[in-house]
């Protein structure tokens, strides 16, 4: 009968409901509370824990920063196990959210493609010239033919079949393109000349293809560099402490400094403007006489 009354009150409360400390728990344990009720408890507990977001606090905001703030920051592993977890950097993407994800090549601080206000913040956090054109994370092959008029019929085939990869390709921009794209910088910009190309990207990786599942628009994006000496950032602890006003950073490890390749399709060949990770395919070299000047770098 004292095991059966018992039993209905967790082993850390008294009979009216109240907390009780490790010792008044531990009394319950002696009068016959089953120790696999205590078990199951705790395995409720440590499934809340382990689902909860992961925040740390940088008392040194970066570029465009104000006070300083909570950045979520998820560690993806080596295997890959925890990619569920991206749900809640989408989440954070699409209410409005600017934050540093990985690629095949270094790390982007990104943002939603249609969020006019997470645009003109990406470009404050960044403190770019508001003239300054972005590249844009496809989800897939429908976006580039959505967001641009594509490729040239000539070098269609060829060119598809180096996507996903580590390459950037400057296409000529369709009417699909959000207007605040399409104007330097957004509706802050200085400059309101038409932007008439962009440059796309298909990343070949894991944390990407895990995200562009998710997401309901591609991402503007533009690669971390250091304010100082524009150096490639590759470590997510140094980019956290450089530009602390991002919302969130997915961790993925230490990166090489290789950069995507960049290639110019807008003419009649195309026209490497940046040599980098993509390996150089011999159509990919154009004739040109003149100083190359790669708006993307």
Same mark, same amino acid.
């Given at each position: 009968?004292?095991?059966?009354?018992?039993?209905?009150?967790?082993?850390?409360?008294?009979?009216?409901?109240?907390?009780?400390?490790?010792?008044?728990?531990?009394?319950?344990?002696?009068?016959?509370?089953?120790?696999?009720?205590?078990?199951?408890?705790?395995?409720?507990?440590?499934? +809340?824990?382990?689902?909860?977001?992961?925040?740390?606090?940088?008392?040194?905001?970066?570029?465009?920063?104000?006070?300083?703030?909570?950045?979520?920051?998820?560690?993806?592993?080596?295997?890959?196990?925890?990619?569920?977890?991206?749900?809640?950097?989408?989440?954070?993407?699409?209410?409005?959210?600017?934050?540093?994800?990985?690629?095949?090549?270094?790390?982007?601080?990104?943002?939603?493609?249609?969020?006019?206000?997470?645009?003109?913040?990406?470009?404050?956090?960044?403190?770019?010239?508001?003239?300054?054109?972005? #590249?844009?994370?496809?989800?897939?092959?429908?976006?580039?033919?959505?967001?641009?008029?594509?490729?040239?019929?000539?070098?269609?085939?060829?060119?598809?079949?180096?996507?996903?990869?580590?390459?950037?390709?400057?296409?000529?921009?369709?009417?699909?393109?959000?207007?605040?794209?399409?104007?330097?910088?957004? #509706? +802050?910009?200085?400059?309101?000349?038409?932007?008439?190309?962009?440059?796309?990207?298909?990343?070949?990786?894991?944390?990407?293809?895990?995200?562009?599942?998710?997401?309901?628009?591609?991402?503007?994006?533009?690669?971390?560099?250091?304010?100082?000496?524009?150096?490639?950032?590759?470590?997510?602890?140094?980019?956290?402490?450089?530009?602390?006003?991002?919302?969130?950073?997915?961790?993925?490890?230490?990166?090489?400094?290789?950069?995507?390749?960049? +290639?110019?399709?807008?003419?009649?060949?195309?026209? +490497?403007?940046?040599?980098?990770?993509?390996?150089?395919?011999?159509?990919?070299?154009?004739?040109?006489? #003149?100083?190359?000047?790669?708006?993307?770098?």
């Amino acid at each position: 009968m004292t095991h059966c009354h018992l039993s209905l009150a967790p082993p850390w409360q008294d009979w009216n409901g109240r907390a009780l400390g490790r010792s008044g728990a531990a009394g319950f344990q002696l009068f016959g509370v089953e120790r696999r009720k205590k078990n199951r408890f705790a395995g409720r507990i440590e499934a +809340v824990v382990k689902r909860s977001p992961k925040r740390l606090k940088y008392d040194t905001p970066g570029p465009g920063a104000g006070k300083s703030k909570e950045i979520f920051h998820l560690e993806i592993d080596q295997f890959g196990s925890n990619l569920w977890k991206l749900d809640q950097v989408v989440s954070l993407l699409q209410d409005g959210g600017v934050g540093v994800v990985p690629t095949d090549t270094i790390y982007a601080i990104v943002c939603d493609l249609h969020n006019r206000a997470a645009i003109e913040r990406l470009y404050r956090i960044k403190d770019m010239d508001a003239k300054k054109p972005l #590249s844009i994370l496809c989800r897939s092959f429908q976006d580039i033919d959505k967001y641009t008029t594509g490729f040239p019929t000539s070098f269609f085939r060829v060119a598809r079949q180096c996507l996903p990869g580590p390459y950037t390709f400057i296409l000529p921009a369709s009417k699909d393109m959000p207007k605040q794209c399409t104007r330097f910088g957004g #509706s +802050v910009a200085a400059s309101y000349a038409p932007r008439k190309s962009v440059g796309v990207r298909i990343p070949d990786d894991a944390v990407w293809r895990e995200m562009a599942g998710q997401l309901e628009h591609p991402l503007l994006c533009t690669s971390v560099r250091r304010p100082a000496d524009d150096e490639w950032m590759l470590d997510p602890a140094i980019i956290a402490d450089t530009y602390g006003s991002v919302d969130f950073i997915v961790d993925g490890g230490t990166r090489v400094a290789n950069p995507s390749t960049v +290639v110019d399709m807008t003419g009649t060949m195309p026209v +490497v403007l940046r040599r980098g990770k993509g390996v150089l395919e011999d159509w990919m070299v154009g004739d040109t006489d #003149s100083e190359i000047v790669n708006p993307y770098s």
